[in-house]
């Protein structure tokens, strides 16, 4: 079962408009982080935020943990066409045996 | 410092043939993890070796196996495929934990007819 939940499932947007992407989570976590996939292809680590954290910052990406409401956004400003693609969010468990993925979320920008 | 090198890229398989997937790390990584990706059931933990050794394993069935060798380079294999064993499978290393930062390889794609 998945421990994240990503939303929306898919988002198209314009080039230049902002993308923001949630995350939802279920049990106590060390850290949450971000990832980005293009078709077929691997997993590119973005950012990782610690449960002690709150937001953080990286380039164009602005992520925010909550952890009282077991929740996590992705923010990417000013996006371009090299956006799209599908982004995961992985959380490990304090029991921390191991990264759990949630389901994506398909990034469209259109030029 | 060359990436996760995962190989073959393509697979091609019938039912119950079995299939060996290959996944060199990082050099320095010791830790690698297997994640199955399937557009039903996104990424599924498979299992993660250590310093040759399993650490942790999702829920697979016993089809499922792999290994680490000394140099950290991981094999796993996948016996009596089914149908439903298609999928991209992703390797992915960490300089000692599994819940570190990840770095993925490609992938192979393996499709079972």
């Known amino acids: 079962s998945q421990q994240g939940e990503e939303d929306p499932q898919a988002l198209s947007i314009q080039e230049g408009e902002n993308a923001t992407m949630n995350c939802s989570y279920k049990?106590?976590?060390?850290?949450l982080q971000w990832y980005r996939q293009n078709s077929g292809r691997g997993l590119v680590h973005l950012i990782l935020i610690r449960s002690n954290e709150r937001e953080k910052h990286s380039g164009r990406l602005r992520v925010t943990l909550d952890t009282s409401k077991k929740s996590s956004s992705l923010l990417i400003t000013a996006s371009r066409a090299a956006d799209t693609a599908s982004y995961f969010c992985?959380?490990?468990?304090?029991?921390?045996?191991?990264?759990?993925f949630g389901e994506g979320t398909q990034l469209t920008v259109n030029p | 410092k060359a990436g996760v090198t995962q190989t073959p890229r393509y697979l091609i398989k019938t039912r119950g043939q079995q299939v060996t997937l290959s996944c060199s790390p990082i050099?320095?990584?010791?830790?690698v993890s297997w994640y199955q990706q399937t557009p039903g059931q996104g990424l599924q933990f498979l299992f993660e070796?250590?310093?040759?050794?399993?650490?942790n394993k999702g829920n697979f069935p016993g089809r499922f196996s792999g290994r680490q060798f000394s140099n950290s380079r991981s094999e796993m294999n996948v016996s009596t495929l089914e149908l439903g064993d298609s999928a991209l499978y992703l390797c992915?290393?960490?300089?000692?934990?599994?819940?570190?930062?990840?770095?993925f390889g490609s992938g192979t794609q393996l499709s079972v007819l």
């Open positions: 050099s320095g990584h010791r830790s």
């Open positions: 992915a290393s960490s300089l000692d934990w599994v819940g570190e930062k990840l770095f």
């Open positions: 070796y250590f310093s040759e050794t399993q650490r």
């Open positions: 992985a959380t490990e468990e304090t029991s921390g045996s191991r990264l759990t």
């Open positions: 049990t106590s976590i060390n850290n």
